[in-house]
């Protein structure tokens, strides 16, 4: 196979990407005017129906512009040579093989970061501004995006640096040395992401004191689950949206609720929640995530050790001197498709456990609240409630409001 013949398979797997998931959008937009089920007659009235069935026409327009500008911007960087005079320049400030590296990726993200902010302020500032969901300041926008770049050269950056510094020791076995890193770092990042990382974004405070507390202490005595740390996030510093969600693992084990999930449900409605997120523990959920991702990121670093060694990929970019960076790009363009089924798969398993975990809230608490409060949080963010079945499947990491209802009244 030549350089030239993979450079025509990306750009083959970009366009069919591209086409896909706009037909996908198509499908699923055809059912926003669907009657609403018998089941969830009771989520919207006539009116919030119409302004859950504009939000999302809006947000499919707003989608297909955003991704046409993002797949011709891509397009182009691969026809007019991009990638090689970003090496160019990334080449002039070191003989460094990790340097230029770093260099090169900082110039990539930065800028695409950059042209795709005026995409996530009109989302942010026009479009959830307009449905009442936004409450991010300007300034809250602007220093994320400065926390996220910073977060990325630290982090990223460093474990990028060591990646291809054992690429240079070990050449072909440099995968092994990579998926150890990358092991320990997942399994650190899920132990201390909570206590870490949020606090750079968010504020996090010890459910206080009372009932909702006293309740929710009581379910967990009753299953057994050893539950000390409960936290509320500032959820609505950003948005309306309301969310829960479980990390950790032993004295680091905690479950957040969003402000906006208090202020949403009732007390009952919040201990259900809290036994869904307790059900994806106890039903081993967490551990099968991370063991999975821990074996999905050595297969794939394996593969690329098949591959990053042959000229062909950099050379399929129009690079002319062969490198790590450049061979990375082009592996990971390719191995998209893979990525793609992997996906599949994941969010398959994903929507299993989504019932597994409100089969055990049913089981160890009560179905009837946690139906309402499912109802709710769909009502506040809009929610679509009668999506395409090839769009959940491709798409969804949750089943869909009316399958969870169906399967929680059985």
């Not at 591209?18 to 499908?27: E, N, S, W, Y």
């Not at 996530?120 to 959830?128: K, L, M």
Request: aromatic share 16%; hydrophobic share 45%.
């Amino acid at each position: 196979m030549t350089s030239t013949s993979l450079f025509y398979i990306i750009i083959a797997i970009i366009v069919i990407n591209f086409i896909v998931d706009k037909v996908l959008d198509a499908l699923n937009a055809k059912h926003f005017n669907d009657a609403i089920p018998e089941e969830l007659s009771d989520v919207y009235d006539e009116v919030e129906y119409k302004k859950s069935q504009d939000y999302k026409a809006t947000n499919y327009k707003f989608g297909i512009w955003s991704s046409l500008f993002s797949v011709v911007l891509t397009l182009g960087f691969l026809l007019f040579d991009g990638f090689e005079y970003v090496d160019t320049i990334a080449r002039s400030y070191s003989n460094n093989t990790i340097v230029i590296a770093l260099i090169f990726f900082g110039i990539i993200m930065i800028a695409s970061d950059i042209i795709s902010t005026p995409f996530s302020y009109y989302r942010t500032f026009v479009i959830e501004e307009k449905f009442g969901f936004n409450k991010t300041t300007k300034k809250t926008f602007v220093l994320d995006k400065i926390k996220g770049w910073l977060m990325s050269a630290v982090i990223g950056g460093g474990l990028f640096a060591l990646i291809i510094w054992f690429y240079e020791l070990t050449k072909d076995n440099f995968w092994l040395y990579a998926w150890a890193l990358v092991t320990v770092f997942t399994v650190f990042m899920n132990m201390f992401y909570s206590r870490l990382i949020v606090p750079l974004f968010n504020k996090q405070t010890p459910l206080e004191d009372g009932g909702l507390r006293d309740s929710i202490s009581q379910y967990a005595k009753t299953v057994g689950f050893n539950l000390k740390n409960i936290f509320v996030i500032d959820g609505s510093k950003r948005s309306t949206k309301a969310n829960a969600y479980f990390s950790g693992f032993g004295s680091e084990k905690r479950v957040t609720l969003f402000d906006t999930l208090i202020n949403e449900l009732d007390e009952d409605e919040i201990v259900s929640v809290l036994a869904h997120e307790v059900g994806h523990y106890k039903r081993n959920h967490i551990i099968f995530n991370l063991i999975a991702s821990i074996l999905l990121t050595g297969l794939t670093l394996y593969i690329l050790s098949l591959f990053i060694s042959n000229p062909l990929l950099s050379e399929a970019l129009g690079v002319s001197i062969p490198s790590f960076h450049i061979g990375m790009i082009a592996f990971g363009l390719l191995y998209s498709p893979i990525s793609e089924i992997t996906g599949l798969f994941m969010n398959y398993i994903s929507r299993r456990f989504e019932y597994q975990a409100d089969n055990y809230a049913k089981e160890t608490y009560k179905a009837e609240p946690l139906i309402s409060g499912l109802k709710k949080l769909n009502k506040t963010s809009l929610s679509n409630l009668t999506p395409h079945p090839a769009y959940v499947f491709m798409h969804y990491s949750h089943p869909t409001l009316l399958e969870r209802i169906r399967n929680l009244k059985q």
